[in-house]
């Protein structure tokens, strides 16, 4: 983990990271600069790390976690809930001092990862955990492979069968039964790879991956074991005390809004503290940018539905951040106003057109830029020197 230390902080907040990749020098700790690379071949971009300075900025004291699996080749889980949501908690247990605030913040992996909240009753009752902000969440895998289209949904459902693979023996025996030749190759690749470089080693669609050319969601719908482990790793069963906001773009082109909309849904079925909240991205297909016109520049840029609403919201979440930590601030409020999903748009609804690569890196500097990323491409450094120390911990 990467430990940003301040003093007279209000409380810690845990940063869950987005997908990284499954190689060790994907790992935030690892990162030295916002763009990292072990070799000049392999890239790592440390998305959260204008947001962990922003938070810094507004008083906090902030842990960011690596995951499982650091150091050790191969062990890295991706979209396991209770390997992510164990991380997300022993980071708070390492850092939080007695009886301090506790926030846990993630979008995208980081969103999934963060509802680690769900687990703290059992898991850490003794954490006094105030708030979890849960974005774009990859809450139910088999349900974000059904829902996905297109090839960017490749390098995640890459990641996520290395890592189920490497957790458990019935899904890999089950899943390699089906990989042809290049499949078994790009898996292994990507066992060692960083998101930005997933890109290149898996550029087509799972299907063509594997021997009856079908993709990940039907091979799980045909096999028990596939579709067991997936839905092992479903969020959203038990219920939650701490309050929580769940947020997600209806035109979210990578992790589809209907599942993670459902999440929302289920915590309010379990009577668990949530509010939800829809974020339509102007330019997008359902917010074009000129009423009753087609002006939807953003849906023609690969990625953007899924990194665009952290830019609108990252400051809107520090702010509930606040009321959580302020022992003045009126008590939460419950919103479960949700859409019903046939009103949500999927990934299925848009037309990429130009290089995934480019338009996935479009996506990651928007969102830095939004929050920050001037500064850091000038070297600036910390914020605040004079409050902030920062550790990286093994």
Same mark, same amino acid.
């Given at each position: 983990?990467?430990?940003?230390?301040?003093?007279?902080?209000?409380?810690?907040?845990?940063?869950?990271?987005?997908?990284?990749?499954?190689?060790?020098?994907?790992?935030?700790?690892?990162?030295?600069?916002?763009?990292?690379?072990?070799?000049?071949?392999?890239?790592?971009?440390?998305?959260?790390?204008?947001?962990?300075?922003?938070?810094?900025?507004?008083?906090?004291?902030?842990?960011?976690?690596?995951?499982?699996?650091?150091?050790?080749?191969?062990?890295?889980?991706?979209?396991?809930?209770?390997?992510?949501?164990?991380?997300?908690?022993?980071?708070?247990?390492?850092?939080?001092?007695?009886?301090?605030?506790?926030?846990?913040?993630?979008?995208?992996?980081?969103?999934?990862?963060?509802?680690?909240?769900?687990?703290?009753?059992?898991?850490?009752?003794?954490? *006094?955990?105030?708030?979890?902000? !849960?974005? %774009? #969440?990859? &809450?139910?895998? $088999? /349900?974000?492979?059904?829902?996905?289209?297109?090839?960017?949904?490749?390098?995640?459902?890459?990641?996520?069968?290395?890592?189920?693979?490497?957790?458990?023996?019935?899904?890999?025996?089950?899943?390699?039964?089906?990989?042809?030749?290049?499949?078994?190759?790009?898996?292994?690749?990507?066992?060692?790879?960083?998101?930005?470089?997933?890109?290149?080693?898996?550029?087509?669609?799972?299907?063509?991956?594997?021997?009856?050319?079908?993709?990940?969601?039907?091979?799980?719908?045909?096999?028990?074991?596939?579709?067991?482990?997936?839905?092992?790793?479903?969020?959203?069963?038990?219920?939650?005390?701490?309050?929580?906001?769940?947020?997600? *773009?209806?035109?979210?082109?990578? !992790?589809? %809004? #209907?599942? &993670?909309?459902? $999440? /929302?849904?289920?915590?309010?079925?379990?009577?668990?503290?949530?509010?939800?909240?829809?974020?339509?991205?102007?330019?997008?297909?359902?917010?074009?940018?000129?009423?009753?016109?087609?002006?939807?520049?953003?849906?023609?840029?690969?990625?953007?539905?899924?990194?665009?609403?952290?830019?609108?919201?990252?400051?809107?979440?520090?702010?509930?951040?606040?009321?959580?930590?302020?022992?003045?601030?009126?008590?939460?409020?419950?919103?479960?106003?949700?859409?019903?999903?046939?009103?949500?748009?999927?990934?299925?609804?848009?037309?990429?057109?130009?290089?995934?690569?480019?338009?996935?890196?479009?996506?990651?500097?928007?969102?830095?830029?939004?929050?920050?990323?001037?500064?850091?491409?000038?070297?600036?450094?910390?914020?605040?020197?004079?409050?902030?120390?920062?550790?990286?911990?093994?």
């Amino acid at each position: 983990a990467t430990l940003y230390d301040r003093d007279n902080a209000k409380g810690l907040v845990v940063i869950a990271p987005g997908t990284r990749g499954m190689a060790d020098h994907c790992a935030p700790s690892k990162n030295t600069s916002l763009i990292s690379s072990d070799s000049g071949t392999s890239f790592s971009v440390d998305y959260e790390r204008p947001m962990a300075h922003m938070l810094l900025d507004a008083g906090y004291r902030v842990i960011v976690t690596d995951y499982v699996g650091l150091g050790t080749p191969g062990t890295h889980t991706y979209l396991n809930r209770v390997d992510q949501g164990h991380a997300v908690i022993d980071a708070a247990r390492y850092a939080a001092h007695d009886g301090e605030k506790i926030a846990f913040w993630g979008y995208s992996q980081g969103g999934g990862a963060s509802a680690a909240a769900e687990l703290v009753a059992d898991y850490a009752p003794e954490l *006094n955990v105030v708030a979890a902000f !849960v974005g %774009a #969440p990859p &809450a139910d895998p $088999l /349900a974000v492979l059904e829902q996905s289209r297109g090839t960017l949904i490749t390098p995640v459902a890459g990641f996520a069968a290395v890592s189920y693979s490497s957790t458990y023996p019935d899904f890999r025996e089950a899943l390699y039964a089906e990989l042809n030749a290049e499949g078994v190759r790009t898996l292994d690749a990507l066992s060692k790879a960083c998101i930005l470089d997933a890109v290149r080693i898996a550029p087509k669609e799972f299907k063509a991956y594997t021997k009856r050319s079908v993709n990940l969601a039907e091979l799980a719908h045909d096999n028990p074991v596939l579709r067991a482990r997936l839905d092992q790793n479903k969020l959203g069963r038990v219920p939650t005390k701490v309050p929580t906001l769940v947020l997600t *773009n209806p035109d979210d082109d990578m !992790v589809p %809004a #209907p599942q &993670a909309v459902q $999440l /929302a849904r289920d915590y309010c079925t379990l009577r668990s503290p949530v509010e939800y909240r829809s974020v339509a991205i102007p330019g997008t297909r359902s917010t074009p940018l000129d009423s009753g016109s087609s002006t939807t520049p953003f849906a023609n840029f690969a990625g953007a539905g899924h990194a665009l609403p952290i830019v609108l919201e990252t400051a809107h979440v520090i702010t509930r951040l606040d009321e959580r930590f302020d022992p003045h601030a009126p008590a939460f409020t419950p919103n479960c106003n949700i859409p019903d999903n046939t009103s949500i748009n999927t990934a299925s609804n848009y037309q990429y057109t130009g290089p995934v690569a480019d338009a996935i890196l479009f996506g990651i500097f928007a969102v830095l830029s939004a929050v920050g990323l001037g500064t850091w491409l000038v070297g600036s450094g910390l914020p605040n020197p004079a409050l902030v120390r920062a550790h990286q911990i093994r």
